[in-house]
Antibody, heavy 122, light 107 residues
Framework: EVQLVQSGSEVKKPGESLKISCKASGYSFTTYWIGWVRQMPGKGLEWMGI????????RYSPSFQGQVTISADKSISTAYLQWSSLKASDTATYYC???????????????WGQGTLVTVSS | EIVMTQSPATLSVSPGEAATLSCRASQGVSINLAWYQQKPGQAPRLLIYGASTRATGIPARFSGSGSGTEFTLTISSLQSEDFAVYYC?????????FGQGTKVEIK
C-alpha cells in the first residue's frame, strides 16, 4: 500500500526557516515523481512543483520558483519542502502527492499525504 | 501560463439528482485532465484521469468527458458522501495547474 506520511504542524515567525517532510512507503521511491501542493486557508489547490527522486530533476511553478526549495533523500524515501525566510502569506496547508505512473510526469497525483499546516505569525 | 476555469463556483443539488461540473483550459491539454474530490479537513482524492478514466475504487456514478479545452464531470445521482469541493487539474503543460474548485452543496 502506497503511503505518504507528512511531518507535523509548524508555527513559525516571519523570517524563520523551515523544512517539512513527506515520508514515502509501499513503492519504489526513486521511480515516481512526487510533488507539493499549497492550500491557503479557505482557498483552492495550487501546484507548487515536483521532483523525480531518481535524479533530482525538479520542476517549479513560476509562482513558487525562488520562494521554496523542493528536494528528496533517496536513502530514506523522503521528499522535502523548505523555506529560507517565511512570510505570513506562507500560512497554508501543504500536501505532498505522488504521480500515478512510474517515471512519467504526464500523469495525475494518485496518492496524497495528510497535509502539514504551516502557520507563520509574529 | 495555462489557466483552468471551473464553473459554477457553487452548485446546489438535492440528493439523488445529477450534477454537472465544467472545467475550461485556456490552452489545449489533450486529455491530460484529472478531477479530484476534497472534503473538509481531508486531502484531495483522485476521481478521474485521462479526462474520462475512473481511478481505482471510484463509483460508476462519477464520469468525465471532454478533450482539448472543455471538460465535464458528471455525478449521476448524488449521494450524501458526494457533497464536497471538486477540482480539475491539467497535467499536460508546465506548470501544472488546478482550477479554483466547484463546491457541491446540499440543496
Amino acid at each position: 500500500e502506497v503511503q505518504l506520511v507528512q511531518s507535523g504542524s509548524e508555527v513559525k515567525k516571519p523570517g524563520e526557516s523551515l523544512k517539512i517532510s513527506c515520508k514515502a512507503s509501499g513503492y519504489s521511491f526513486t521511480t515516481y515523481w512526487i510533488g507539493w501542493v499549497r492550500q491557503m486557508p479557505g482557498k483552492g489547490l495550487e501546484w507548487m512543483g515536483i521532483i523525480y527522486p531518481g535524479d533530482s530533476d525538479t520542476r517549479y511553478s513560476p509562482s513558487f520558483q525562488g520562494q521554496v526549495t523542493i528536494s528528496a533523500d533517496k536513502s530514506i524515501s523522503t521528499a522535502y519542502l523548505q523555506w529560507s525566510s517565511l512570510k505570513a502569506s506562507d500560512t497554508a496547508t501543504y500536501y505532498c502527492a505522488r504521480h500515478s505512473f512510474a517515471r512519467i510526469a504526464v500523469t495525475p497525483f494518485d496518492s496524497w499525504g495528510q497535509g502539514t499546516l504551516v502557520t507563520v505569525s509574529s | 501560463e495555462i489557466v483552468m476555469t471551473q464553473s459554477p463556483a457553487t452548485l446546489s443539488v438535492s440528493p439523488g439528482e445529477a450534477a454537472t461540473l465544467s472545467c475550461r483550459a485556456s490552452q489545449g491539454v489533450s486529455i491530460n485532465l484529472a478531477w479530484y474530490q476534497q472534503k473538509p479537513g481531508q486531502a484531495p482524492r483522485l476521481l478521474i484521469y485521462g479526462a474520462s478514466t475512473r481511478a481505482t475504487g471510484i463509483p460508476a456514478r462519477f464520469s468525465g468527458s471532454g478533450s482539448g479545452t472543455e471538460f465535464t464531470l458528471t455525478i449521476s445521482s448524488l449521494q450524501s458522501e458526494d457533497f464536497a469541493v471538486y477540482y480539475c487539474q491539467q497535467y499536460n503543460i508546465w506548470p501544472r495547474a488546478f482550477g479554483q474548485g466547484t463546491k457541491v452543496e446540499i440543496k
